[in-house]
């Protein structure tokens, strides 16, 4: 029996006014994958990433998520099963730093308020920030800080799928070894789901069950990190990984 992907496009296209950027495009996510994806700046990466969540719709084609077609589906309750950790981070300023972690939770009010303030004391400490950063506002905060921020804040909805879009840019090295190692815990403690865009081809590596190199739209290889090492398709790749 095939695997149940628990993300699938079928056949999607997508562009933005009369420029195409995803020509029937393909993918299948299974459930517990670590996917990583990596390519030129442009060729669709974000957009891939939108789709899933439903924040664009395909032109044509289909989206599935845990087997359900999300065009019929409430985008909302979608969303929220579904943690998006934003190119640039995208944290709330006029919020405090607890406020911003447990935004989802506030708005599904599914817990009450102490169970809320619990969570979040537990996700600032997951994340490796100390608690008194709950009362500090985004400004506050370095930006390493902050993309830590952004992923407590994904995790707040505890949600089975986790998007992230370049969420370790823009930190010094010493930083990003860290955030990487802290995303691989969580990855491997909480038993997720991870689509994770980086333009770090070694974070690509490391992190990755699988990775997807993509160029103008299309998919150039997708595979385990030895395959993608070991047997490059083609010259995009293997300057990629510079062999
Ligand atoms: N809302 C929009 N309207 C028009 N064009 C858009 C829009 N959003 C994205 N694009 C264009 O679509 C293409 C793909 O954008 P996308 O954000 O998916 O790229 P990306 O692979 O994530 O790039 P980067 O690595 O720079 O983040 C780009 O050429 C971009 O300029
Ligand atoms: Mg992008």
């Known amino acids: 029996m095939e695997k149940q992907g628990v993300i699938k496009l079928e056949g999607v296209s997508k562009g933005y006014g009369n420029n195409l950027i995803l020509n029937e495009f393909n993918l299948n996510i299974n459930k517990g994958e670590f996917l990583?994806?990596?390519?030129?700046?442009?060729?669709?990466?974000?957009?891939?990433?939108?789709?899933i969540n439903g924040l664009l719709t395909p032109d044509s084609g289909?989206?599935?998520v845990n087997g359900e077609?999300?065009?019929?589906?409430?985008?909302?309750?979608?969303?929220?099963?579904?943690?998006y950790?934003?190119?640039?981070?995208?944290?709330?300023?006029?919020?405090?730093?607890?406020?911003?972690?447990?935004?989802?939770?506030?708005?599904?009010?599914?817990?009450?308020?102490?169970k809320i303030a619990a969570k979040a004391l537990k996700l600032i400490k997951v994340v490796g920030l100390s608690e008194d950063m709950l009362d500090r506002y985004p400004s506050e905060l370095s930006?390493?800080?902050?993309?830590?921020?952004?992923?407590?804040?994904?995790?707040?909805?505890?949600?089975d799928i986790l998007l992230m879009d370049e969420p370790f840019g823009a930190v010094d090295e010493i930083t990003r070894k860290l955030l990487q190692e802290e995303i691989l815990r969580i990855y491997k403690?909480?038993?997720?789901?991870?689509?994770f865009i980086t333009h770090d081809i070694k974070e690509a590596l490391k992190l990755g069950t699988r990775v997807l190199v993509m160029d103008k739209g299309q998919i150039i290889q997708v595979g385990a990190?030895?395959?993608?090492?070991?047997?490059?398709k083609t010259d995009f790749v293997r300057e990629l990984i510079g062999a």
């Open 69 to 83: 077609d999300i065009s019929v589906v409430n985008q909302i309750q979608l969303r929220r099963k579904i943690g």
């Open 36 to 51: 990583t994806i990596i390519g030129s700046s442009g060729c669709g990466k974000t957009t891939v990433l939108k789709l």
């Open 85 to 114: 950790v934003i190119q640039g981070v995208g944290l709330f300023p006029h919020m405090n730093i607890r406020k911003n972690i447990s935004y989802v939770p506030n708005l599904t009010k599914k817990d009450d308020k102490s």
């Open 143 to 159: 930006g390493g800080q902050r993309q830590r921020v952004g992923l407590a804040r994904a995790l707040a909805s505890s949600p």
């Open 62 to 64: 289909k989206v599935h």
């Open 225 to 232: 990190p030895t395959e993608i090492m070991e047997n490059p």
């Open 189 to 195: 403690e909480l038993n997720v789901t991870i689509v």
